[in-house]
C-alpha cells in the first residue's frame, strides 16, 4: 500500500511539473531568450504600437513542408528614410528575427514566429512605406524564383490572427514543363495591411499584395535592386466582436472556398446506417429468439443428438484466447484511445480547449492522453487477471509501450527527413524534451499506477456463464469463402466506415491543409455513431462464426471492430493522390507516417469496443440456456 502511495504522489507531482512547462515556465528551456509574445485581445490607444510577426514560409500544397519566413532574402531592418511625407506619424524601432516564445502545440504543428521591421501603430493610415532598399544577387534571386515557382505562400500574424500572401507569380508557365521560353517570374515586393477595429481591439487582419508594384526577376544572374515596401489601412468592423474574429477564416479567399459541412448528406449518411443497423438487429433477435426457443423446448435425452451450431461450442467459447498479455494491453490502449478522443471532443465543443489556437488541439489530445494513462493500464491488467495472468508487470509495460512506440519511430523517421531538408516541421530539442518528459514522468507511472490499483483492488473473476472443457474442439475448416475471417473484416469495417466517410473529407482538409475545422459537435456525433456501428456488425458477424462453430472469437472480434482504421488508411492513400497537391519526400513521409499512426489508433479502439460489445453478447446468449 505504500508503495503505492508513492507512486501515485510521485505521479501527482509529475503531472503539476508538466502542467508548468505547458505554461512556459520550463518549454525550451535549453533554446536562447525569446520575445514575448502580445496577448490576443490587447486593448490599443491611438498610435499604440502594433506588432506584426512573421512565421514560416512553403509550397501551398504542401503544408507540412514549412520554412523560417527568413529563409529567403527579406529585409532585416526598417530604412529610416521614407518616399512619401508621412514623418507626422509616430515610428518605433522594431529588431526583426526575434524568435518568439510559442505554446506546445504551435512548436509541434511548425510554427516557428519571428519578430518583424513593420512600423504600425494603432489606427494609423500609411498609403505607402519604404521597408528597405536593396540589391538581391544571383543567389538570392535564385532562392526567390524557386521559391515562386513551387507556389511558396507566407504567413504572418498580427496577435493570434493569422495573415497569407502569396509570395510571387509566373505568367505564361507551361503546367507540365514548368518555366519555358517567354515566361517570367514576377516577385511581390509591396504588402497591404488591412486591419479591423472594434472597441480597441484587432478582430481582424489580412494582408495582400500589389501587381502593380510587381518586379520582374527573371534573369536570376543579373542583380536586381527591389524595393520593399507596405502600406496600412485600418476599417472599423461593426459586426464582428473581438469574440468571433476567427468565423471570416471561413471564407477566407486566400483558402480553398469548398469547405461546406453539406448536411443533406450527412443526414442521408445517418438514416442509411439506422435502417441498415435496424435491419441487421430486427433479423438477429429474430434468430437468436428461434434459437433460445428451440433450445429451450429440448429434453435431457434429445438435448445430445439435436445439439448444434454455436449452443455446441459452449464448453469452448470461453477459452482464452493466445497471446493474451498482448490481447489485453491493446483492448487497455483502445479503451484509452477511445476515452482519450471522446474527452478531448467534449474539451473542443465545450470551448475548454480553442478550436482556433494553433496547436491547441493536438497540445490537448497529448496531455489528455498521459492523464487517462491510468485507465489503459487498469483496464489491461484487470482484464489480464481476470483471464488468470501470471505476468501482470509484462502486460502494463505492453500498454504502456504498444501505441507510443509506433508513433515515436514515427516521428524519428519524419523528423530526421525533416532537419535534412532544413523545414521548421522538425522539432526542437525543447519540444522534444517535454514531449520526453510528460511520456517518461506521467504517461508510463501513471500507466503502472493503473495496473497495481487493478491488480490490488480489482475484482478477478471473469464469472463465465459456461465451464470450459480441457480439451479444445476442433474447428471446421470446409467453410464457404464468403463466411470465412477474411471476407468477414473487409464486412465489417465497410458498414462503419460508410458512416464516417462524408465527415472524413473536411476532417483530411483540416489535417492536411489550411482549413480551420470547428464543427466538433458534428465530429463527436460522427465519433460516436462510428463506435456504435463498428461494435454491431461486429456482434452480428460474431453470430455466424459462433453459429459455425467456431470458438476462437477474441482476436477475431477485435480486427474486425479494428478493420474501420484500416480503411481509413486506405482512403488517405486515396485522397493524398486524387483529392490533394502534396508531392514530395518530406510531405509524403509525414502523411503517411502520421496517417498510420492514427489509423493505428482507430484500429486500437474501435477493436477494443467491439471487443467488449461481443464479450456482452456472448455472455448474454450462454446465460440464457441449459449447458451440460
Given at each position: 500500500m505504500v508503495s503505492v502511495l508513492r507512486r501515485s504522489g510521485?505521479?501527482?507531482?509529475?503531472?503539476?511539473?508538466?502542467?508548468?512547462?505547458?505554461?512556459?515556465?520550463?518549454?525550451?528551456?535549453?533554446?536562447?531568450?525569446?520575445?514575448?509574445?502580445?496577448?490576443?485581445?490587447?486593448?490599443?490607444?491611438?498610435?499604440?504600437?502594433?506588432?506584426?510577426?512573421?512565421?514560416?514560409?512553403?509550397?501551398?500544397?504542401?503544408?507540412?513542408?514549412?520554412?523560417?519566413?527568413?529563409?529567403?532574402?527579406?529585409?532585416?531592418?526598417h530604412d529610416d528614410i521614407d518616399d512619401e511625407a508621412e514623418d507626422a506619424l509616430p515610428r518605433q524601432k522594431r529588431e526583426a528575427r526575434l524568435q518568439h516564445k510559442q505554446r506546445l502545440g504551435e512548436s509541434i504543428t511548425g510554427d516557428r514566429r519571428e519578430t518583424a521591421p513593420f512600423e504600425i501603430t494603432y489606427k494609423d493610415t500609411i498609403e505607402w512605406r519604404q521597408l528597405c532598399k536593396t540589391t538581391l544577387g544571383p543567389d538570392e534571386l535564385e532562392s526567390f524564383k524557386k521559391a515562386i515557382h513551387n507556389s511558396y505562400f507566407f504567413e504572418m500574424f498580427v496577435e493570434d490572427l493569422p495573415m497569407w500572401g502569396y509570395i510571387g507569380d509566373v505568367s505564361d508557365e507551361d503546367v507540365v514543363l514548368g518555366e519555358v521560353e517567354g515566361s517570367k517570374t514576377y516577385l511581390f515586393p509591396h504588402l497591404h495591411f488591412k486591419l479591423g477595429t472594434n472597441k480597441g481591439n484587432i478582430v481582424s487582419?489580412?494582408?495582400?499584395?500589389?501587381?502593380?508594384?510587381?518586379?520582374?526577376?527573371?534573369?536570376?544572374?543579373?542583380?536586381?535592386?527591389?524595393?520593399f515596401s507596405y502600406s496600412v489601412d485600418w476599417v472599423w468592423e461593426k459586426d464582428l466582436t473581438w469574440k468571433t474574429r476567427m468565423s471570416r477564416y471561413h471564407d477566407s479567399r486566400f483558402l480553398p472556398g469548398s469547405f461546406e459541412i453539406h448536411w443533406l448528406s450527412i443526414i442521408n449518411s445517418f438514416v442509411l446506417v439506422l435502417l441498415l443497423t435496424a435491419f441487421l438487429t430486427i433479423i438477429l433477435m429474430r434468430v437468436l429468439k428461434n434459437d433460445f426457443s428451440r433450445y429451450m423446448e429440448l429434453d435431457e435425452e434429445t438435448m445430445e443428438e439435436e445439439e448444434s451450431g454455436w449452443k455446441l461450442i459452449h464448453g469452448d467459447v470461453f477459452r482464452f484466447?493466445?497471446?493474451?498479455?498482448?490481447?489485453?494491453?491493446?483492448?487497455?490502449?483502445?479503451?484509452?484511445?477511445?476515452?482519450?478522443?471522446?474527452?478531448?471532443?467534449?474539451?473542443?465543443?465545450?470551448?475548454?480547449?480553442?478550436?482556433?489556437r494553433r496547436g491547441?488541439?493536438?497540445?490537448?489530445?497529448?496531455?489528455?492522453?498521459?492523464?487517462?494513462?491510468?485507465?489503459?493500464?487498469?483496464?489491461?491488467?484487470?482484464?489480464?487477471?481476470?483471464?488468470?495472468?501470471?505476468?501482470?508487470?509484462?502486460?502494463?509495460?505492453?500498454?504502456a509501450t504498444l501505441f507510443p512506440v509506433p508513433v515515436a519511430a514515427v516521428f524519428m523517421i519524419v523528423n530526421t527527413i525533416a532537419l535534412g531538408h532544413g523545414s521548421t516541421s522538425a522539432l526542437p530539442f525543447g519540444t522534444i524534451f517535454t514531449l520526453t518528459f510528460l511520456y517518461?514522468?506521467?504517461?508510463?507511472?501513471?500507466?503502472?499506477?493503473?495496473?497495481?490499483?487493478?491488480?490490488?483492488y480489482g475484482r478477478h473473476d471473469f464469472n463465465a456463464p459456461t465451464r470450459t472443457t480441457k480439451v479444445a474442439r476442433e474447428i471446421p475448416t470446409d467453410v464457404p469463402w464468403y463466411r470465412g475471417k477474411p471476407f468477414q473484416m473487409v464486412i465489417a469495417g465497410f458498414l462503419p466506415f460508410s458512416a464516417i466517410y462524408i465527415e472524413l473529407h473536411y476532417i483530411f482538409a483540416s489535417m492536411w491543409g489550411h482549413q480551420i475545422y470547428t464543427l466538433f459537435g458534428i465530429l463527436l456525433f460522427a465519433f460516436v455513431l462510428l463506435v456504435i456501428v463498428s461494435s454491431f456488425i461486429?456482434?452480428?458477424?460474431?453470430?455466424?462464426?459462433?453459429?459455425?462453430?467456431?470458438?476462437?472469437?477474441?482476436?477475431?472480434?477485435?480486427?474486425?471492430?479494428?478493420?474501420?482504421?484500416?480503411?481509413?488508411?486506405?482512403?488517405?492513400?486515396?485522397?493524398?493522390?486524387?483529392?490533394?497537391?502534396?508531392?514530395?519526400?518530406?510531405?509524403?513521409?509525414?502523411?503517411?507516417?502520421?496517417?498510420?499512426?492514427?489509423?493505428?489508433?482507430?484500429?486500437?479502439?474501435?477493436?477494443?469496443?467491439?471487443?467488449?460489445?461481443?464479450?456482452?453478447?456472448?455472455?448474454?446468449?450462454?446465460?440464457?440456456?441449459?449447458?451440460?
Open positions: 510521485s505521479s501527482a507531482a509529475a503531472l503539476v511539473a508538466a502542467l508548468l512547462i505547458l505554461l512556459g515556465v520550463a518549454d525550451n528551456v535549453v533554446e536562447a531568450k525569446k520575445v514575448k509574445r502580445v496577448k490576443a485581445g490587447t486593448t490599443y490607444k491611438t498610435h499604440d504600437p502594433v506588432h506584426v510577426v512573421v512565421n514560416k514560409v512553403g509550397p501551398f500544397n504542401n503544408p507540412t513542408e514549412t520554412y523560417r519566413y527568413y529563409s529567403l532574402p527579406y529585409c532585416h531592418t487582419a489580412t494582408v495582400t499584395t500589389d501587381s502593380d508594384r510587381r518586379v520582374d526577376i527573371t534573369n536570376s544572374h543579373k542583380p536586381t535592386e527591389v524595393q484466447p493466445e497471446n493474451s498479455s498482448l490481447f489485453c494491453a491493446s483492448v487497455g490502449t483502445g479503451v484509452q484511445l477511445m476515452l482519450c478522443t471522446f474527452a478531448v471532443l467534449v474539451l473542443a465543443l465545450t470551448g475548454a480547449v480553442s478550436t482556433t491547441s488541439i493536438l497540445a490537448g489530445c497529448i496531455v489528455v492522453y498521459c492523464i487517462t494513462s491510468f485507465i489503459s493500464g487498469y483496464a489491461s491488467t484487470n482484464l489480464y487477471l481476470k483471464m488468470n495472468g501470471k505476468a501482470w508487470t509484462r502486460c502494463v509495460l505492453l500498454a517518461v514522468c506521467i504517461s508510463v507511472p501513471l500507466c503502472v499506477f493503473g495496473g497495481s490499483v487493478a491488480k490490488n461486429t456482434v452480428a458477424l460474431l453470430y455466424f462464426q459462433l453459429a459455425r462453430e467456431d470458438h476462437q472469437w477474441w482476436w477475431a472480434t477485435f480486427f474486425n471492430g479494428g478493420m474501420t482504421g484500416i480503411y481509413i488508411y486506405v482512403y488517405s492513400i486515396f485522397y493524398y493522390y486524387h483529392r490533394s497537391g502534396m508531392s514530395g519526400l518530406l510531405q509524403s513521409s509525414f502523411y503517411f507516417g502520421y496517417m498510420a499512426a492514427v489509423s493505428f489508433g482507430f484500429f486500437l479502439m474501435l477493436g477494443s469496443a467491439a471487443f467488449y460489445m461481443s464479450l456482452a453478447f456472448v455472455k448474454h446468449i450462454y446465460g440464457r440456456i441449459k449447458c451440460d
